[in-house]
């Protein structure tokens, strides 16, 4: 299988990448995606965009897109800026959504009541991005740009926008029980991992999360994107 899609981790030890990506993963090779990642945080260069790469998906991080100091965020903004003006499809989860809001023109801003856990999504485009329970984690927020389409929102903030053939979800399609257990063990951001609080959570979760259902509706999220990113190849 050609590996034609790019993720980009942050913060995730060795050997965890395939348990982070998840439902994402899964559902992306079921649509003939093979998928390669990359990591600015451990200094690896991704291969140039346009060279082989039709998709890029970037994932959560424990760090903030508003924190000036970290020392890769600006090798990572001037990569997706390039995949964007290339008219190559972005995913953005979580804080991968907040650097592609930002790059568009859109801002993120410090949550006053961050997301931690179960919360219930409401989509104008349940076709594409299911309304129900997600997965969140998250303590900024996403202010989508003016010219993108509002996707689907919670009682907090907005949970997907859609702009073009790029694609923001605030809440994390990929969880599975694996996903979450390793973002107890393998997952750093710039001042460590998980807090004990947040880690205890996570396990309470793992535990009763379902699993397949999730799979069910990462696999629509992904599949329209993948359809979308096809329809623009073909153009």
Do not use: K
Not at 96 to 110: D, K, M, N, W
Not at 134 to 161: G, K, M
Not at 164 to 186: D, I, K, M, R, S
């Amino acid at each position: 299988m050609t590996q034609s899609v790019l993720a980009l981790l942050h913060g995730v030890a060795p050997g965890l990448e395939s348990a982070m990506l998840g439902s994402l993963g899964r559902a992306f090779e079921r649509h003939g995606q093979g998928i390669r990642t990359a990591s600015f945080t451990r200094g690896e260069r991704p291969p140039r965009v346009g060279h082989g790469i039709r998709m890029v998906v970037v994932m959560g991080s424990l760090d903030s897109v508003l924190d000036p100091d970290l020392p890769w965020l600006d090798d990572e903004l001037r990569y997706l800026g390039q995949a964007v003006d290339r008219g190559i499809p972005v995913l953005g989860v979580c804080f991968g959504a907040q650097l592609l809001a930002a790059i568009l023109g859109g801002r993120v801003e410090h949550a006053a009541v961050p997301e931690t856990g179960f919360v219930d999504v409401t989509s104008a485009d349940p076709a594409g991005v299911p309304s129900g329970r997600w997965y969140a984690f998250h303590h900024d927020l996403i202010r989508p740009p003016c010219d993108a389409e509002v996707v689907a929102t919670s009682a907090a903030c907005v949970q997907a926008f859609r702009h073009g053939p790029h694609l923001g979800v605030q809440f994390h399609p990929e969880v599975t029980p694996q996903t979450l257990q390793a973002w107890q063990t393998g997952f750093f951001g710039r001042s460590g991992g998980v807090s004990a609080a947040d880690s205890r959570l996570l396990a309470e979760h793992a535990a009763t999360l379902d699993g397949a259902d999730t799979d069910r509706r990462t696999d629509r999220i992904v599949q329209g994107f993948v359809r979308q990113a096809r329809v623009l190849s073909a153009a």
